[in-house]
């Protein structure tokens, strides 16, 4: 059987080669590990004493932190806390650094409470309008593209049309994305960006 040789471009054979691009990545990504560590800290103290709708077997506790280098051909590091996935149900909070795009803050909501939390959504919504949020327009939970097609800004004008994207929806995700250039994420601020975006949602979660 014959086979057409690979063959390496001449740029793709300089990176091959280039030591210092593959010690700096492995730097960077030490770098966002600790981000993301202390990020668990911030988080977990965020968590003492608040009243959240949640599934009677969820355990604020829990959580998981997670490296990649394929989201869409893309290395990735990602922080979920809390982190609850049982069967249907799921109440998690996750920060996904994502190499090439966005840091994106994003609270992943499915099961027995989606009507609620829709409720709540649409009941409390100028108190989450305005924020930088977003709510994810894709099929699935596992989008993390933004922009036209994929999410729809929480804005106060906008609450007729994101209650008729509701009307349609078994889950929710709303998230707030972050330019990786930006001085937060630059300045290893993550742990408190990540708080005050989920500090944004507790109307849609909380009691």
Same mark, same amino acid.
Not at 34 to 57: I, N, R
Not at 167 to 192: H, I, M, N, T, Y
């Given at each position: 059987?014959?086979?057409?040789?690979?063959?390496?471009?001449? =740029?793709?054979?300089?990176?091959? &080669?280039? &030591?210092?691009?593959? #010690?700096?990545?492995?730097?960077?990504?030490?770098?966002?590990?600790?981000?993301?560590?202390?990020?668990? =800290?911030?988080?977990?103290?965020?968590? %003492?004493?608040?009243?959240? $709708? %949640?599934?009677?077997?969820?355990?604020?506790?829990?959580?998981?932190?997670?490296?990649? =280098?394929?989201?869409?051909?893309?290395?990735?590091?990602?922080?979920?806390?809390?982190?609850?996935?049982?069967?249907?149900?799921?109440?998690?909070? !996750?920060?996904?650094?994502?190499?090439?795009?966005?840091?994106?803050?994003?609270?992943?909501?499915?099961?027995?409470?989606?009507?609620?939390?829709?409720?709540?959504? /649409?009941? #409390?919504?100028?108190? @989450?309008?305005?924020?930088?949020? *977003?709510?994810?327009?894709?099929?699935?939970?596992?989008?993390?593209? #933004?922009?036209?097609?994929?999410? /729809?800004?929480?804005?106060?004008?906008?609450?007729?049309?994101?209650?008729?994207?509701?009307?349609?929806?078994?889950? @929710?995700?709303?998230?707030?994305?972050?330019?990786?250039?930006?001085? #937060? $994420?630059?300045?290893?601020?993550?742990? !408190?960006?990540?708080? *005050?975006?989920?500090?944004?949602?507790?109307?849609? %979660?909380? @009691?």
């Amino acid at each position: 059987m014959m086979t057409h040789p690979v063959v390496f471009t001449e =740029e793709e054979s300089v990176l091959l &080669a280039d &030591a210092q691009f593959f #010690r700096k990545k492995a730097a960077i990504t030490t770098k966002i590990r600790a981000m993301l560590e202390a990020t668990l =800290e911030a988080l977990q103290h965020e968590l %003492v004493g608040l009243s959240l $709708v %949640v599934p009677p077997d969820f355990d604020p506790h829990i959580h998981q932190l997670v490296k990649g =280098e394929y989201l869409e051909d893309f290395p990735y590091q990602y922080l979920d806390c809390p982190k609850y996935f049982s069967g249907a149900n799921k109440f998690t909070f !996750r920060t996904l650094v994502w190499w090439g795009h966005h840091v994106a803050c994003a609270l992943l909501l499915e099961g027995t409470e989606i009507g609620r939390y829709k409720r709540q959504l /649409l009941g #409390r919504f100028h108190q @989450l309008a305005g924020k930088d949020l *977003e709510l994810s327009l894709a099929p699935s939970l596992w989008e993390w593209k #933004r922009g036209e097609g994929y999410t /729809l800004p929480i804005t106060h004008d906008r609450k007729a049309q994101i209650a008729a994207v509701l009307a349609e929806r078994s889950f @929710l995700k709303v998230v707030r994305c972050v330019p990786l250039g930006d001085a #937060r $994420v630059r300045e290893g601020q993550l742990a !408190r960006m990540a708080c *005050e975006t989920f500090r944004s949602m507790y109307p849609l %979660v909380t @009691l």
